[in-house]
């Protein structure tokens, strides 16, 4: 099966700094990753489409400049949280689809984010 | 306005009998189904899809059905196994390319009693 994996899987930050998150697709390639966020007990919220080679596309309502994304390989994306506050403590997910038309994306494991 | 709605937030069955989840969406476009199951802190795991040119599509002890003119698709799991306890989450998208993006519902925490 598809295998992606993200780092760090937790991550406790104080307030102000700059959080950088990994997904890689271990066994495929990705030309499109996506970055969820959840809250708990709540739906998984899809804040960006990251594109390996070009800008990424944000979902309405999530900023760009605060969530930075790079998709540099054809395996890997980066989220970046830049200038971290409490209210951007969640569960972030990312995913990837094989692209063999079934549809199904595979998920990374998750970083659970803490901003003091 | 939620696109895809899981209205049950829980469901608690016995070992062995039959699991129900149900999903309904609003968006008529949405032609692609799934569902993931997802333990806490960890990333949802792809259960089954459907395509909206089926009603029906089975996985072993998963099933999935969709009905198009009520947009409403369920998955049944027979039978339930304690192991299956988690929280279920349907999903939809408009096609199913690479770029297709997923919206999910809320989840539905099933919980198998011994």
């Known amino acids: 099966g598809a295998v992606v994996s993200q780092h760090p899987s937790w991550v406790i930050c104080k307030s102000g700094t700059s959080v950088k998150i990994e997904c890689r697709s271990l066994d495929f390639q990705a030309t499109t990753m996506f970055w969820y966020r959840q809250f708990p007990k709540q739906s998984l919220m899809l804040m960006a489409t990251?594109?390996?080679?070009?800008?990424?596309?944000?979902e309405q309502g999530v900023e760009k400049d605060k969530f930075l994304i790079n998709h540099a390989s054809l395996t890997l994306s980066t989220l970046t949280v830049t200038s971290a506050h409490p209210e951007d403590s969640s569960f972030y997910i990312c995913?990837?689809?094989?692209?063999?038309?079934?549809?199904?994306?595979?998920f990374g494991p998750g970083t659970r984010l803490t901003v003091l | 306005d939620q696109q895809v709605k899981q209205n049950s937030p829980s469901l608690s069955v016995q070992e062995g009998r039959i699991s129900i989840l149900n999903c309904d969406y609003t968006n008529s476009m949405f032609d692609y189904f799934l569902w993931y199951k997802k333990y806490p802190a960890e990333g949802p795991t792809f259960l089954i899809s459907i395509s909206s040119i089926k009603d029906k599509n089975e996985d072993g002890r998963f099933t999935v059905f969709l009905n198009k003119s009520a947009k409403h698709l369920s998955l049944h799991i027979v039978p339930s196994q304690p192991g299956d306890s988690a929280v279920y989450f349907c999903a939809a998208s408009v096609g199913a390319g690479a770029n297709s993006k997923l919206t999910f519902g809320k989840g539905i925490t099933l919980s198998v009693r011994p």
């Open positions: 995913s990837a689809n094989r692209g063999t038309g079934k549809g199904e994306q595979f």
């Open positions: 990251s594109n390996e080679g070009s800008k990424a596309t944000y």
